[in-house]
């Protein structure tokens, strides 16, 4: 009776120690998502729609991939646009663009969308 109690109390802590181990392990992939997410919402806020921008079209979309180093700058890897104008616009703004309070990321997509109202 004594063995299976052990046996038992053996796995149970085995188990909890793996949930823990589990937990422990994301971490890093909800931080990674956050400061990506915290990049995507800070590029959109300080990209304003150019004023040659005067209907609304799926060419208005602009596709970047990007990365954010140690020190908060926008590496940009490739960019992609219907709109040369457009996307070159983006491209100039995310050259000078630097994040605030931040962790370094992997590249990532970040979609721009210029709407007029």
């Given amino acids: 009776m004594k063995k299976s109690k052990t046996t038992t109390a053996f796995i149970i802590g085995y188990f909890m120690l793996m949930i823990s ?7 890093p992939g909800n ?5 990506k997410e915290n990049v995507r919402r ?3 806020r300080n990209i ?3 004023e040659f921008v005067i209907g609304n079209s799926e060419a208005n979309n602009v596709s970047a ?8 700058n926008i590496n940009v890897s490739e960019i992609n ?3 040369p104008e ?14 605030k309070n931040t962790v370094p ?13």
């Fill in 21 to 27: 181990l589990g937990a422990i392990a994301s971490v």
């Fill in 31 to 35: 931080v990674e998502k956050a400061a």
């Fill in 42 to 44: 800070e590029i959109i």
């Fill in 48 to 50: 304003n729609c150019p």
């Fill in 65 to 72: 991939i990007v990365q954010v180093d140690e020190d908060g």
């Fill in 81 to 83: 646009s219907a709109n």
């Fill in 86 to 99: 457009l996307k070159k616009y983006v491209a100039n703004a995310l050259r000078g663009m630097k994040i």
């Fill in 105 to 117: 990321t992997e590249k990532f997509v970040v979609v721009v969308k210029f709407r007029v109202a």
